[in-house]
Structures are given as C-alpha cells and as structure tokens.
C-alpha cells in the first residue's frame, strides 16, 4: 500500500494484494486435485478535507477483486465529520457492489464513529440481485472495531503522518 498527503486538504492511497499465493488444496469431498485459486485486489481512495473549518472529509473509495473467474468491483462515497474535540468523530458512507457482469449486486450503507484510537461501524449490505430470494431481502448486518496504534515518534522528526481510515 502507498498513501501520501501532498497537500494539506488532499491526501490518497492505492494498494494492491494477493491472497492463496500458494495456491493451497481444499475440499469438502476429499479430492486432493482441488486448489483454492489466488484472489487479487487494487483499491485507492483519496481524502478530501472540505468546509470552512476542515471539519469534514470526503472519501470516494474503489476495490476491485478477481478470484478464478469471479470479478467484484466496490465504490463509493464516505464523509468524516471531526468535532472540535480532537478525540471524537461520526463517518457514513454509501457504496455499490457490482458483479462479474457489471451488473449492480448490492448497496452498502455505514455509519460509525471514532473515539480516541478506536473506530467502531456498523454497515448494512442490501443485495439487489437475483440473489435476494436468498437473503429474503433481508440484507446483511455487520459490526466493526479498529484500533489504531499511536506508536510515539522522536521528537526531533516533526512531520505530519497520513494514515488512511477504512
């Protein structure tokens, strides 16, 4: 991953994985032969500060993945609001997935906030697609926390550090 914050209202990040580099085997029917392909991922987004008081960020946001001859693409757009207190902040956001076929699958809703170094979300996944009767149009529900280290610097270094969100 590589993120830079060239300017002070600007700053953005782009990465790239792969996942089963080894390719490992596995099954349910005991077929030796079978392997895991590797997935691959790319993502980016970028920071904008906005408002008079750079209180707000705005987050547009990419990922693409492809595993065999599955393909996802994610994007969309996340809004920061920090309040005065430097240890207190609210996020949302909004998002599309889209399938192998470049048709829309699902819309992804999130809304947290920040607390110290701790992030915590909650996001709602809301499948469109065919795959709908599955979910009952229920959709799904998920809860994250992260924790951000602060590791102390010396201070004889006096640089400002970006270090995306997600």
């Known amino acids: 991953m590589f993120s830079s914050r060239p300017k002070d209202k600007f ?3 782009f990465g790239v994985s792969v996942f089963h580099i080894a390719a490992p085997r596995e099954s349910f029917l005991f077929d030796q032969n079978n392997r895991i392909n590797r997935r691959y991922a790319a993502n ?3 920071d904008i500060s906005a408002g008079y008081d750079d209180h707000w960020t705005i987050s547009p946001t990419i990922l693409f993945m492809m595993q065999g001859q599955a393909v996802q693409y994610n994007y969309g757009v996340g809004v920061n609001y920090q309040t005065n207190n430097d240890n207190l902040g609210i996020f949302g956001g909004g998002f599309a997935r889209m399938n192998s076929g470049g048709a829309f699958d699902a819309a992804i809703l999130n809304l947290g906030v920040d607390v110290y170094n701790t992030r915590i979300g909650l996001s709602y996944d809301i499948n469109v697609s065919g795959l709908s009767g599955a ?4 959709g799904a529900v998920e809860v994250s926390v992260v924790y951000i280290f602060k590791k102390s610097r010396d201070q004889s270094i006096n640089y400002p550090m970006y270090c995306p969100k997600f």
């Open 11 to 13: 700053a953005y990040n």
């Open 44 to 46: 980016g987004s970028c």
């Open 135 to 138: 979910s009952e149009s229920q």
